[in-house]
């Protein structure tokens, strides 16, 4: 079956209703014009035999008309009859040719041929015996005139009405769904021409259709924003893994051209070996990453003793340098795992970057609902400029610093991952010179 658009849909059902209302309105008001008709000559046809047979006398089975009575008075055709039904006098009709009965003072209709009369029979009494009887006939206007120039108009009007809804519906759908239309265009020229900048617009109105244009305008330009956030990573991330590969390459180029001494031939193997660690870690942080974000990863969440968890995390960092503040027994809901993870991120920043006897302080407490985790140092500090990139993949302050100290500038972009994910968020409040505190908020968890 042919499928039609939600506009031409619309449009022929409203168009079809106007048409079946109007149909309608047509019969309804047939009906009433000839209900109107009827009860018109219903009332003159009495009115008139009421005055009329005032005026008739009976005497000795004849009757007797009195000044003023007149056989044919406002349509109506007066007739009388004996007691025994035989016409005395007045002129019948020539289509009546219906035999009715005489009923005294009931108004009926009769169908004579082709014409309808409202018939009325009132007896004129002579004493007990006799009278006559009195006949009205008055032809029921044809209403064919009434319903002719009603269909005359309605043929006129009926397509004109029509007209004007098919018109007027379309044209209100039509503008109405002008922004579903512009979704569609555009969603197309996006899926040809790949082109992710292309943008809906519009005038911006108050109804669901430009509101879900605005929707997709503002997901397009998340979109986007993804988009190139990913390019970018994958740029970044052949990047990072060119540098080792290509000291590996031109290590073992060398290795193979020249004839180096052992102790040489070890410096190098050492080196490609160094090379291939650094690419490996680069490689397996960002697969958790991925995972991370793809939701693949190990994800169970459950009440998590974090005053446990960051002591036993504690237990890999040096003693001498890593105080500890934790209030005992605090509990979130949680990945024990994942959030270690963070924490040491967070530690291993801390003593990286930090003078190599500096201490570090790592801090668990309750605090206006929620609880703290916090790493502060005593290093060198983030300048207000760098605070809002360093949470960015790949973003390294410092690079030569960064990588002299291993690290590819994915640690705290994993950091602020992890902590969106336990609906929790990153603080850092940092001075040059004086060190830095990172802080992770996290909602507190129900208790033991
Ligand atoms: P990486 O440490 O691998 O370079 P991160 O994402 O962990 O990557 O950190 C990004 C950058 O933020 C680092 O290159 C470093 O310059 C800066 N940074 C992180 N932690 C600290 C810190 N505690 N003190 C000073 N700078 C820091």
């Known amino acids: 079956m042919k499928r039609h658009s939600i506009k031409t849909k619309i449009t022929l059902w409203l168009t079809g209703l106007t048409v079946v209302l109007c149909l309608l309105l047509v019969v309804f008001l047939l009906s009433i014009s000839r209900g109107v008709v009827v009860q018109t000559t219903r009332e003159r046809l009495t009115q008139v035999m009421r005055e ?73 009494a002579e004493g007990w015996q006799q009278g006559l009887w009195v006949r009205g006939l008055l032809e029921i206007p044809e209403s064919s005139r009434t319903t002719r120039t009603m269909l005359v108009m309605a043929a006129v009007a009926l397509p004109l009405f029509v007209l004007l809804a098919a018109l007027g519906s379309d044209r209100i759908i039509r503008g109405a769904l002008r922004p579903l239309d512009r ?16 943008r809906i617009g519009g005038p911006g109105g108050r109804d669901e259709f430009s509101r879900l244009a605005d929707n997709f305008d503002r997901l397009l330009e998340r979109m986007e924003r993804a988009f190139e956030a990913e390019k970018q990573f994958a740029a970044d991330a052949s990047h990072e893994l060119r540098t080792p590969l290509t000291v590996i390459k031109s290590a073992s180029e060398y290795a193979l051209q020249f004839e180096e001494t052992p102790e040489e031939r070890r410096e190098t193997m050492e080196m490609i070996h160094r090379q291939a660690g650094t690419m490996q870690a680069l490689i397996e942080q960002l697969l958790r990453m991925t995972r991370l974000e793809q939701g693949t990863e190990g994800m169970e969440f459950g009440l998590v003793d974090l005053t446990a968890l960051l002591e036993e995390v504690a237990l890999g960092y040096e003693e001498d340098r890593l105080m500890l503040r934790l209030q005992p027994e605090i509990t979130v ?24 006897d500096a201490p570090v302080t790592l801090a668990l407490e309750r605090r206006d609902g929620e609880v703290l985790l916090a790493v502060a140092d005593a290093g060198p500090g983030i300048p207000p400029e760098e605070q809002e990139k360093i949470w960015q993949r790949f973003y390294q302050m410092d690079p030569a610093r960064s990588e002299a100290r291993s690290g590819a500038g994915l640690g705290l972009a994993m950091v602020r991952q992890i902590a969106e994910l336990h609906g929790g968020y990153m603080t850092l409040k ?10 992770l908020h996290l909602p507190e968890g129900r208790e033991k």
């Not at 005026?55 to 008075?73: D, M, N």
């Not at 009923?103 to 409202?118: I, K, P, R």
């Not at 809901?333 to 991120?345: M, S, V």
Request: net charge negative; aromatic share 8%.
């Open 333 to 356: 809901l949680g990945n024990g795992p994942l959030l270690a993870r963070l924490t040491g991120n967070l530690l291993d920043n801390a003593m990286k970057y930090g003078p190599e």
């Open 183 to 198: 979704i569609n265009e555009t969603a197309d020229s996006i899926v040809d021409a790949k082109d992710l900048h292309r």
């Open 52 to 124: 009329q047979v005032e005026l008739v006398r009976c005497r000795e089975g004849q009757p007797v008309l009195a000044e003023g009575f007149q056989f044919y008075r406002h349509g109506v055709s007066l007739l009388i009859y004996s007691k025994y039904e035989s016409l005395l006098a007045g002129q019948l009709p020539v289509a009546f040719t219906a035999e009715e009965a005489f009923e005294n003072g009931n108004v009926h209709q009769v169908t004579a041929g082709d014409v309808e009369y409202m018939v009325l029979d009132l007896w004129v």
């Open 430 to 439: 940092s001075t040059l010179g004086a060190g830095s505190t990172f802080v």
